[in-house]
């Protein structure tokens, strides 16, 4: 079919029983096309089931050339699994668009019917005339319900809202033309229902929007410089080791190191922090920063796919198909809810009149019990759970996202909520991870050539110990002259520097090799350095603890946190000075990355079945642990791959003060979740009894209904304002 887009649209729409075969087209097309489906009676579920993005690069013009391409790519990517649609950028601004066009219309019927309403109370016409008036308005305001009312019963897929304000509002106009003529309650039901919808559509408009401008971040190119001049080429086209330009007022589209240039860089896009960072030549940069000031000269060291940027966008985009235990639970509650309410209401229609004839012999009154009926209908529409609740928790991720705190899915903000219990790695984590060497100790070659030996034998590894030790060292690390090197987890590494042996590690290491070693109370990472098989002394290197970690474990502490726990491979003197330092209340120390995942099984095990335990980490070696843990949060700018991919939650600034705003993100929206539940669930129990029992109107029922979905819809919103917490 055609559309008013300059993209590609392959294919049509067959439609069988519970199947759609053959669309293909743009993201943004593809998201139109299940909004139309969806308002035509089509489960959204199954919509997203069958609908997947996969992402296929066409470059050609002619139709023909275009199916060759086409199928080109999907023999290339037919093996790969398809991911779910999620929150990706097109399809958000697709339904923006979308969701601004729809707002206008109904905002524009709403109008004219409330107009046509006033108008028609003072025309003073009865009978036929009086009903074919009143109609105008209701068809206005009514005519879409109606429409998808109909298609889901065409569908096999009655009862939903749509259905129970067709039914209600259809049925009080059938007993106010058989009763006095008052077509007011049924058209204002409908009239007030859609200002509901309406207000429903802004906010999460207004959720999208926000998620969307997280999304912005994605560089549409990168500048490469050929011959003197700039070139624009695609992101994806750029190799590592590229020297990629970067001017003002553009975004870092790819990790790297500046090799030449100084400027200042927003990063609020990343981190929600709005003050800009200085960078200069030698500083690492990642992708999504804005350029501020000068021209910058970037080195990659990643491919764009695995760039910061691909990274959260990737992470923001799959965070919808995790849904919370709340939201499982509200798509079941209404599966169920609705039918039932159904058949109450077609019970209460029925059984009481049958009984006064019956039982009473008395007149059954059917007019009076279809009404409490169709008011029943009204009052149980459950409008007010099924959106808020979805509402919220995308509010709150988006909220959350705002402030440089990127949550994976529903899921985890819920849990986090629960959260009693926070682990922490040390290195990268509390402290800097930023190493320098304090000194040479108890030495009896020169502090040169024992920093020369270390630097080397270290230079095959890119753990924050081995770097410090290549910046003491000074000079460019010829490899060449490092043959048979073997690390030994959890101990060090042992290798020939020019024929020679050298081992480099912990005392552990020493004690492996058979050789004494000088003891120290000195604080920090102590390096022992067997040389020849002779102990040539130690290099003592030193980590800053970061500035704000005192204040994370106080606010973790202000928060609730029942026990905050330090995990460490260093020392058992470095690691209880920075415990004792930062105020922690248990630290571990001298773990091997097997022991970490021992050591939080066993605080798993100590904890209160309700309660979650949190494992803060950034190295590669804590990807296990962040697996294990009820929930696993990542330092996102300095930390590594797997760290980040193995996490829940990412933080995108390495501020540890942020697990407890995250931690108040999660309780501030499951907060609004219960109050939107108990609230609904409450305000409808009561109003469905004293309609049962004739004391609610259809005016109380507007309110149980579209009151209760307003009220609802404004305080899921408020999941979005989290800065000041």
């Known amino acids: 079919r055609g559309h008013r887009y300059d993209e590609v ?26 909004e139309e489906l969806f ?7 199954k919509l997203d089931e069958v609908y997947t993005p996969i992402g296929l690069k066409i470059s050609a013009e002619t139709p023909e050339e275009i199916a060759v391409s086409v199928m ?37 019927r709403i109008i004219i019917a409330a107009v046509l309403m006033i108008i028609l109370h003072f025309i003073p016409v009865k009978g036929i005339i009086r009903f074919l008036l009143y109609m105008v308005p209701y068809l206005v305001i009514g005519y879409d319900i109606l429409k998808k009312a109909f298609k889901g019963i065409k569908n096999k897929q009655v009862f939903d809202e749509n259905f129970l304000m067709a039914v209600a509002t259809v049925g009080a106009i059938a007993v106010a033309l058989y009763e006095n003529g008052d077509y007011t309650e049924a058209i204002a039901v409908m009239l007030f229902y859609q200002i509901g919808e309406l207000f429903q559509s802004y906010a999460v408009g207004k959720s999208r929007k ?18 003197g001049k700039l070139t624009q080429v695609d992101p994806d086209e750029v190799a590592i080791g590229s020297v990629i330009v970067v001017q003002p007022g553009e975004k870092v589209p790819i990790d790297g190191v500046i090799v030449e240039g100084s400027s200042t860089l927003n990063t609020s896009a990343l981190t929600g922090e709005s003050v800009p960072r200085d960078a200069k030549c030698g500083d690492e940069i990642i992708s ?15 491919e764009f796919g695995e760039s910061t940027v691909s990274k959260i966008l990737d992470l923001v985009e799959n965070s919808s198909s995790k849904k919370s235990k709340s939201e499982n639970f509200i798509s079941k509650f209404a599966k169920y809810y609705t039918p039932a309410v159904c058949y109450s209401a077609l019970a209460l229609a029925i059984l009481p009149p049958l009984v006064r004839i019956l039982f009473m012999s008395a007149a059954p009154q059917w007019g009076i019990w279809i009404y409490r009926a169709l008011t029943f209908l009204v009052i149980s529409c459950p409008c007010a759970l099924v959106i808020s ?92 002259r490092v043959t048979d090197v073997e690390e030994i987890s959890g101990h060090g590494i042992t290798a020939k520097v020019d024929g020679v042996s050298v081992a480099a590690g912990n005392y552990k290491l020493m004690k492996k090799l058979g050789l004494s070693y000088s003891e120290t109370d000195k604080v920090g990472t102590i390096v022992h350095i067997a040389i020849d098989g002779s102990y040539e002394g130690y290099i003592l290197i030193s980590d800053k603890i970061k500035p704000t970690s005192a204040a994370a474990i106080k606010a973790l502490k202000k928060a609730g946190i029942k026990g905050t726990i330090m995990l460490t ?24 990355p097997g022991d970490k995942v021992a050591k939080v099984e066993e605080l798993l095990a100590r904890k209160g079945s309700k309660e979650k335990l949190a494992f803060v980490g950034d190295g590669i070696n804590d990807a296990p642990v962040l697996s294990r843990a009820d929930i696993g949060i990542a330092m996102g700018a300095m930390g590594s791959d797997a760290a980040i991919e193995a996490a829940d939650i990412v933080l995108m600034d390495d501020d540890p003060l942020k697990i407890a705003k995250a931690i108040k993100i999660s309780r501030k929206c499951l907060r609004i979740v219960y109050e939107n539940t108990y609230f609904a669930i409450g305000i409808k129990l009561i109003c469905l009894v004293l309609g049962a029992v004739g004391i609610a109107n259809m005016w109380l029922a507007i309110f149980a209904d579209v009151g209760v979905m307003v009220i609802a819809v404004l305080n899921a919103i408020r999941a979005l304002f989290v800065h000041k917490l």
């Open 389 to 480: 609740i979805p509402l919220s928790f995308f509010a709150g991720i988006g909220g959350a996202s705002r402030e440089g705190v990127l949550v994976k899915g529903s899921n985890y903000l819920e849990t986090l909520s629960q959260t009693r219990y926070v682990v922490f790695d040390k290195t990268g984590t509390m402290t800097e991870g930023v190493f320098e060497v304090a000194g040479v100790y108890d030495n009896t070659l020169d502090r040169e050539k024992v920093l020369e030996y270390a630097a080397l034998a270290e230079s095959s590894s890119s753990h924050p110990i081995s770097r410090s030790l290549q910046k003491a060292y000074g000079k460019e690390i010829d490899r060449t």
């Open 210 to 227: 926000n998620i969307s401008e997280l999304m912005d971040i994605r560089p549409d190119y990168a500048n490469i410089e050929v011959d």
């Open 72 to 108: 080109a790519e999907i023999i290339q990517v037919k093996h790969e699994k398809a991911e779910g649609c999620g929150y990706s950028k097109e399809l958000l601004e697709a339904l923006c668009d979308e969701d601004c066009k729809k707002q206008k219309k109904v905002l524009a």
């Open 569 to 592: 491979g260093d020392s058992r003197t470095v690691a209880d000075s920075v415990a004792a330092e930062l105020g922690i209340d248990e630290v571990y120390s001298e773990l091997l």
């Open 288 to 302: 999504g920063c804005i350029n501020m000031s000068g021209v910058l000269k970037i080195k990659t060291t990643k």
């Open 39 to 45: 308002e035509q009676g089509h489960e959204r579920e």
């Open 9 to 34: 649209c392959l294919g049509a729409i067959v439609e069988k029983p519970n199947a759609y075969i053959g669309m293909m087209g743009s993201r943004r097309r593809v998201a139109i096309v299940k």
